[in-house]
Every structure is written in C-alpha cells, then in structure tokens.
C-alpha cells in the first residue's frame, strides 16, 4: 500500500485555498489546511462591508464548507507558533504535526513603518474586526451628529491615509454614504457637508496604475467632495490629530475617524523561521516558491519576496498569491510523481479599483478602462473571482438593489451605544 504524503497548508487566503483546492485532486496525498479562523475572507471587498454595503457573511465563507466534499483534506481552527524545519514539523498552540511538504500563506497584518505607537489612533482594514469596527464608528458618528447637531463638523470629519486601490475605495465609498445613501435619513444634520481626506504620500494615487488613470482617479474623487492630499507624508499621529509633511510645510489634520491604509507587514512567523527577510520581513524565496536550504517548505503571497526576471519584488496582491498557490500545489503533485516543475512565473492580469457609483478604473498592459465600463469590468470581475455561488448571488443581488435605489443594506450598529468614539471596539 503506497504511503500517502502529508501537505500542511498554513492561511485560508487566497493562496491557500487555491493550493488546497488543486493539491487535494491528487488522491496520494493527505492535506491538513489550517487556518486561525474558520473562514476565507474575500479582502478586495471588504471595504464594502467597513461601509455598510455588504455584510460580513457576504464576503466571508466558512473553511469547512469548502472543503466539505475533498475527503482527503482535514481543516484545523489553530495558531502557529513554530517550525522545526530539519524535522519537519509544525507547532502550533497545543499540539505539533509532522509533515512531508509545508505550504505558508498566512497574508499581512496591517504596517506602521516602524511607529506602530499610531496604531492606537488609527484602524487598518486588513479583516472583517477592523470593518466592522470602522462601520460602528462611522454610523455611531452620524447618529451621535444627529443628536447634537452643534457637534456635527467636529463628528463628521474621515481621514483615509493611503492613496492605493484600498484607500481610494474607502474614499469614494465615504462619499458615496454622505453625499447619496445618508442624506435623505437625518433630518437636524446634512451628512453631505462631511469632511473626508485622503492623504498620500506620493505624488499620484494608485501609483501602481497608468498616471492617466491615476489622475482620472483624483479629479472623481474630489468632485464627489474627497479632500485629496499628495505629497504629503503622516509625520505624527495623535489622538483625532494627524500631523502631515507638505510641500507647504507642516498641516495638522483633524478627524473624528482615522483610518490607516498605507502600509502592510507580514505576519509575526516571518522573523522566527531564521531564514533571510527583506526589509520589510517577508522571507525571499527562490524560482520555486520555496526556502533554499528547505525546498519542502513553500511560503506564497504577501509573506513570500519573489523577485521576477527584471529582479523587482512582487506585489502583495491577491492575483499573485493565487497563481502562487496554484504553482506550488502543482509543484508538490509533480514532485511525488517524480516529474519536474520549471520556475513559477506570474502573469500580470492588469489592476482595477472602483471610485464609487459607476465608476472604477482598470488597466490590462496598455488597455485602460475608466468610468462605467471600468465600473463594470470591476463589477464582473469580483463576481467571477467570489467563492460560493450563494455568495456571488447575494452580493450581485445587493448591488443591484444599491444601484436602483442608493441604499446600504447592512446599517447596523453592533455595539452599545459608548460616547467614546475613539475606543476600538471588538
């Protein structure tokens, strides 16, 4: 009776599940996917539930039921707290597990550049805690405005540091619930005079896209109201306070809100594989995806530095860990087949942000897309991407009802009503 392989796959990101998803096709091996919650969270729309358009089952899907008809694939609620890498094993809280090839996908956690002393200030959007933190105190905002209407410009003021996809979304998403979803519900107080800013700290938002995009992308959003800041790097964060570098000299900034977009760090696990980080932690891999001197262990995504044939550094983006994740899983299959893998490389499939209502931006090599069409491209794109029919039709179900009569579905305010707006609550 051949033995079969066992393949522990560590994060039920993107990566994850798509080398779980390919790995258990292969009848000779046995998958353990372990994951510190029991879902997998569709990121690129979580700044839809953070702004009351989605709610959080729509964008998340429990592990188990993914997995539910891959019989050689056992999914485990855990936390991993070390790797013995000449042993091959995997410790996490209570218990430790041999493996024969390991898989690590275990994403980012919101980065401060080094001042996580802002992080007491601020609340990043990296998992449905933060969005539903940043929903509650958005909502709590107005309806505390509401009440004491004389409060209201100091209530109703949002900054968004961060000018990529993620800030950029948030903005015109702010805009969109002020200027439309909101307005017509209040009655002492007009949500549309609501102060939203967005800084960056480069001269461009999305600086990853086409500059024309870029620019398009900048005078939407200030049409829609959005204060845009470039140039303009976060010296200091206090409390309500954010101290800006501009080429007009030093501004202070106040918000009610304060919202971190900017930066991403890998996960704590990095720093304790002694294994060769870059400058921002993430482990360099090499062609294969994995470690030199451990080429059982594979780490994808956004832990993984993977240079590309020009030696630049991938990006931390979901169609990356993807194809990584499908790469290693064909890679391990090939290697239990004793056949060969050649080096991963990754197809750049263009990138997409959406500004708000019917309009987005999208690029593929030189073919750009902006306005409704890119707004569309987005639409189908997301929809295609989601996992679970049922999540795909509510999501499309609720985007239609939001389009026809600008509404937000999911206003919900989850905790006690607290006059404390700055408390991160869980």
């Known amino acids: 009776m051949k033995i079969k392989k066992h393949v522990i796959v560590v994060g039920a990101g993107f990566g994850g599940l798509q080398a779980v998803k390919k790995l258990s096709r292969c009848k000779d091996i046995e998958i353990t996917f372990i994951d510190r919650t029991n879902h997998h969270l569709f990121q690129p729309l979580l700044y839809q ?79 449905l805690t933060n969005a539903l933190i940043i929903r509650n105190r958005m909502l709590f905002a107005y309806e505390i405005a509401e009440s004491h209407p004389e409060r209201s410009k100091e209530l109703l003021k ?24 909101l307005r017509k519900d209040f009655r002492n107080i007009d949500t549309s005079k609501s102060e939203i800013t967005l800084i960056e700290a480069g001269s461009d938002l999305l600086p990853t896209f086409n500059r024309e995009l870029s620019v398009y992308t900048k005078k939407v959003l200030q049409k829609r109201g959005v204060k845009v800041m470039l140039d303009s790097r976060v010296r200091k964060i206090e409390d309500n306070k954010v101290f800006v570098n501009t080429l007009d000299g ?5 918000g009610n809100l304060i919202i971190w977009a900017a930066g991403v760090q890998p996960v704590p696990i990095t720093t304790e594989l002694d294994v060769s980080l870059d400058r921002g932690k993430r482990v360099y891999v090499n062609k ?5 001197e451990y080429p059982n262990i594979f780490i994808i995504g956004d832990m ?9 550094p991938l990006p931390g983006v979901s169609p990356v860990a993807m194809q990584q994740g499908r790469y290693v899983a064909k890679f391990i299959i090939n290697k239990i087949e004793n056949k060969t893998t050649g080096p991963f490389h990754y197809l750049n499939k263009g990138n997409m942000a959406t500004i708000g209502r019917k309009l987005a931006v999208a690029e593929y090599k030189s073919f750009k897309l902006k306005g409704f069409l ?34 937000a579905a999911a206003r919900v305010i989850l905790n006690p009503i607290k006059p404390d707006l700055t408390s991160d609550e869980d």
């Not at 919101?110 to 007491?120: A, I, L, P, S, V």
């Not at 294969?288 to 030199?292: I, M, P, R």
């Not at 029919?389 to 499309?396: A, C, E, P, V, Y």
Request: glycine letters at 10%; aromatic letters at 14%.
């Open 288 to 292: 294969f995806c994995s470690l030199d």
């Open 49 to 127: 539930v953070a702004t009351a358009v989605l709610s959080p089952a729509d964008i998340a899907i429990p592990i188990r039921s993914l997995m539910e008809r891959r019989g050689n694939v056992k999914v485990l609620m855990d936390e991993v707290t070390g790797v013995d890498k000449e042993r091959s094993i995997l410790y996490l809280n209570e218990k430790e597990l041999k493996y024969d090839f390991l898989v690590l996908a275990m994403g980012a956690l919101t980065g401060y550049f080094g001042h996580n002393e802002w992080k007491q200030f601020t609340i990043g959007l990296k998992n």
């Open 158 to 181: 949002f900054i968004i540091i961060g000018g990529g996809p993620t800030g950029v979304e948030l903005a015109g998403s702010f805009s969109e619930m002020a200027h439309w979803i």
């Open 250 to 254: 030093e501004k202070i900034i106040e």
């Open 374 to 407: 890119g707004w569309l491209a987005w639409l189908f794109v997301h929809l295609y991407y989601m996992v679970g029919f049922k999540n795909k039709i509510s999501i499309l179900i609720t985007w239609m009802w939001s389009y026809l009569t600008y509404g």
């Open 304 to 312: 993984a530095d993977f240079r590309d044939d020009e030696g630049k």
